[in-house]
């Protein structure tokens, strides 16, 4: 039995509890190195991902010390660094968390090839999903394109028990140098945002497991009914831990079981994995049209009406509360989302990716299998999606799911005689260059909302025929 260290690579799996490779890493005696590597996966991510990231980074930094360990930081390709430290520290083992977009699945290719060249011991484990995206399959043994029967085949499937947190770590004799956090500059595109996502961020493992406990406690109960309605605190806010892997989703899946309307949460949760195993066998999905009858179709690129879009200016008060949510918190409810990104795809007949890439430059919950399924979704471009022809109107949306408009009045300062503060707090998380005040008239719409309708079921009618 060797003593030799263990490389344990962390990128989106920053937690203790249910973290399958560090209790393999803590079980086997050794010392364990965790490392985390800058490398081209990292640097991709937008500017409040990349933000939260390092919260993420400096908080779980503290919970190893916590054990008597730390992270190693490098920068680099991953294999290189993953090389590199081998030879320095005479690791034996490197153990992960799967990963399953395109490249991440290739780079986990290359480092299991390398290292069993090198009589290393490579091994990864499933940390980010209930079921690996090859699992679940059809009868005839093909990935599933429809979410009901994927959520029938999976929610009577036994999910493995999560397994414990260590309480300790033996450190390496020596530890490697390490990069320092800070110089990594993760804060640098949010700019004066930063400040202000701050005080939304929901970040590390014990703000998480006490937020979804509280979420066990009374608003599961109702959340098949709630998780709509705009204004309400109906939903887990997992979103954000479950990115970065501050939590599992196996952990949430085995504390939800047997609590009254839980079933509801657990199929949203489902989709989550729905969305990756759709990645793992379509890694365009965020790039492409899922279904090529959409190629050639007359989207719009960026433009001014997007940029509105962005700016929270479009004129419509709930798409502009939406997008205003997004800026301030780096989350979005889901309800919301759909109704923003209908009216970005079908009303401004602009490229569903347009959206897709501000999205993800703006969500600190940024999830690029989530995100991109639910823009193909919406856009109707996607293998399970809302046709085409059903347009959110975002005024009856409006009616329905803030009745009250208390979620546009949290949201939007203009024309309001006592502005909220988090409609103000928008103001000071914006760029200055985009000169906006929260004294100025509302934005008129771009076009009347049927009007918009009108033209998108007529570029749909040309582009079928
Ligand atoms: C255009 C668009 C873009 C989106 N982008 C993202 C994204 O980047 N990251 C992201 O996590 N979610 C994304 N979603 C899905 C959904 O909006 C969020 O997961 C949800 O709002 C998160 O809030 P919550 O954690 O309180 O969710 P809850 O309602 O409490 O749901 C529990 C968990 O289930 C999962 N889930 C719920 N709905 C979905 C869904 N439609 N697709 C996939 N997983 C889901 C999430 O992990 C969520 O945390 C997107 C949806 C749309 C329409």
Known sequence: MTDKPILLWLRRDLRLADH????????????????VIRDAALDRLGAAARWRMGQALAHFDARLQGLGSRLVLRSGPALEVLRGLVAETGAATILWSRAYDGASVELGRRVKDWAKAHDITAKSYNGSLLFEPWEVTTATGGPYRVFTPFWRAVKD??????????????????????EILGSWRLSEGVGRGAEVLARHALVGEERARSRFAAFLAGPVARYATDRDMLA??????????LTYGEVSPRLLWHLAQGKPGAEAFLRQLVWRDFAWQLFFHRPDMAEENWREGWDGFPWRGDNAQA?????????????????????VTGRMHNRARMVSASYLTKHLLTDWRVGLRWFADCLTDWDEAANAMGWQWVAGTGPDAAPFFRVFNPETQAVRFDPEGRYRRRWIAEGEAAPTQTALSYFDAVPRSWALDPKAPRPEPALPLAEGRQRALAAYAAHRT
Not at 21 to 28: C, D, E, I, T, V
Not at 167 to 177: A, C, F, K, M
Not at 234 to 239: E, F, I, N, Q, Y
Not at 309 to 325: F, H, I, N, Y
């Open 20 to 35: 399958p490779a560090l209790h393999a890493a803590a079980a086997s005696g050794r010392p364990v190195i965790p490392v």
């Open 157 to 178: 499937r036994p999910v493995p028990d999560p397994v414990q947190a260590p309480s300790q770590l033996r450190p390496p004799t020596h530890w490697p140098d390490s």
């Open 232 to 241: 309400l605190p109906g939903c887990s806010g997992m979103s954000e831990p």
């Open 307 to 327: 940029l509105a879009w962005k700016q929270g200016r479009s004129g419509v008060p709930l798409v502009d509360a939406a997008m205003r949510e997004l800026y």
